[in-house]
């Protein structure tokens, strides 16, 4: 069983950034590929960013990256949007076993002024 523990969500002005953190359970980096994606009200979840694939709409703003030794996948987010308040997600996704997948509990992130 993995487990996925997202931190690092808040209340942010537009323009602002925060740093998601998303810390795994076990050294499973290697045989899962990481991902972060997000679910506004309303709205359906959808793909953020892998380490081969952005959004459209967070290109040039989001960057995601890892720390194999803390086996934590972090998304740096920056010149924040109130488009971007959503719940975001840390998901892991088995690169060998199609459909074995994992989510974590989610991390708001709200832009507002």
């Known amino acids: 069983q993995v487990q996925l523990v997202e931190s690092g969500g808040g209340l942010v002005q537009p323009g602002g950034s925060l740093r998601l953190s998303c810390a795994a359970s076990?050294?499973?980096?290697?045989?899962?590929?990481m991902g972060w994606y997000r679910q506004a009200p309303g709205k359906q979840r959808e793909l953020v960013a892998t380490f081969t694939n952005y959004a459209d709409s967070v290109k040039g703003r989001f960057t995601i990256s890892r720390d194999n030794a803390k086996n934590t996948v972090y998304l740096q987010m920056n010149s924040l949007k109130f488009e971007d308040t959503a719940v975001y997600y840390c998901?892991?996704?088995?690169?060998?076993?199609?459909?074995?997948?994992?989510w974590g509990q989610g991390t708001q992130v709200t832009v507002s002024s």
């Open positions: 998901n892991a996704r088995n690169k060998y076993v199609v459909g074995a997948q994992y």
């Open positions: 076990g050294s499973i980096l290697n045989v899962y590929t």
